[in-house]
């Protein structure tokens, strides 16, 4: 089974925009007037003119990536447990809406590889960062904390295992409504300070 590449990275950039949309709306219905000041404060994402080249699109996509985690940190760092509730919320709900979506524009029949290509494809990952990979037949999910110049809030290493139990609900719930008659089973190999690499198998199930 293939997709075209421009076809994956347009999918993934409407799925990246939703999910900052609705970050920002759910904390602001939340918190009201009190989250604006940090929902309108400008971020890393600047607008790029033309889109018609991949790179572009991917550093686009990027730059979505670090806003939201961004947006994330503040939040946990201003408003504590009751932040952290409404991202898994969220993330779970983007997870499961845009797995749907994904079935119903590219309605093909999956096998467990392609199911595994699709999901490290459509991830949003970070560079060096937060990313999956298939190597050996094996699909890990790289989860580290992110380096001084990685351009993301000081304030990452504080909620580290909140953000990969956040991601997580992600990925479960995208890949249960991506591939219907799959499930992903998500087990972590290595888990320290600094890194939590999970093994993710894709299994066929209800």
Known sequence: MTFDKRDIIDFKIS??????KRIKMG??????????????????????????DVSEDIQKLECISK????????????????????????FEENGVKW????????????????????????YLDLKDTDYISISNRQ???????????????RHSSI????????????????????????VGVMEILEENENQITTNITIKEGA
């Open 15 to 20: 799925l990246a925009k939703d999910l900052e």
């Open 27 to 52: 904390y602001k219905s939340q918190f009201r007037n009190i989250v604006i000041s940090i929902t309108s404060m400008p971020k890393l994402y600047k607008k790029i003119k033309t889109a018609n």
């Open 67 to 90: 806003s939201i985690y961004n947006y994330l940190l503040d939040m946990f760092d201003v408003f504590g447990d009751n932040a952290v509730l409404n991202a898994k919320r969220i």
């Open 99 to 122: 797995g749907k979506r994904f079935y119903k524009s590219f309605n093909k029949s999956y096998n467990a590889s392609d199911v595994k290509r699709l999901i490290k494809e459509l």
């Open 139 to 153: 699909t890990n999910w790289i989860f580290r904390k992110p380096g001084e110049d990685s351009g993301l809030s």
């Open 159 to 182: 909620y580290f295992n909140i953000l990969y139990e956040i991601k997580s609900l992600w990925l479960q719930g995208f890949i249960k409504s991506m591939a219907p008659g799959y």
